[in-house]
């Protein structure tokens, strides 16, 4: 260093670097603009994949968020099984499949709420008590992996939903990496469920 400054005070050199100097200086410029473009690139590339996956994953947690809560109002089960549940709940509606209730002072009303899943999606539908199955159906997610969402605690005996009081949800969604799988899981226990000892 002390030579390269006697170099550029000298009365009789000019001042400046050499050749090899420039050369040197501008082969590691290039190689770090080189390193620094591939870390952008690299970044862009995976910030699709990174934004999908968000995605998914908030669009799951509504999901398990809204059926946990009319879970949480469920009084009894009709029906189940790993890919649908049925189950009277009460609901801020005017009528069982209608519109939602505006007047806060109006009580919830019970209806008979069904969740439907395959192994693309799940859906929701509505109807009072006394009527099975029907309904009009809404899709509320869709991108599933499997259509293994609902499991109950404890187990039913055959048809006797009777003593179930606790329903887990699980949603498996695509994982937009390709490797491993993500699952969002959550679960609620009936208004109705009492633990005994």
Known sequence: MSGLRARLRGPDREAGLT?????????????????????????????????????NITTARWVLERMTRE???????????????????SVRRTECGGSVEEEPDQPAIRCRVAYRC???????????????????????????????????????????FGEVGYIGLTLHIPNPEGAGELTISDGASLRTFVLTN
């Open 19 to 55: 050749l090899v100097e420039m050369l040197v200086a501008a082969s590691m410029g290039v190689l770090l603009l080189g390193v620094a473009g591939s870390l952008v690139v690299s970044a862009a590339r995976t910030q699709p994949k990174v934004s999908k996956r968000a995605q």
């Open 71 to 89: 879970i949480r109002n469920g009084v009894s089960i009709y029906a189940g099984n790993a890919s649908e549940v049925e189950f009277l709940a």
């Open 118 to 160: 395959t192994t693309t999606a799940c859906s929701r539908s509505e109807t009072a008590p006394e009527v099975e199955g029907g309904g009009a159906e809404t899709t509320i997610v869709s991108g599933l992996d499997s259509s293994q969402v609902f499991s109950f605690e404890p187990p039913p005996s055959g048809e006797d």
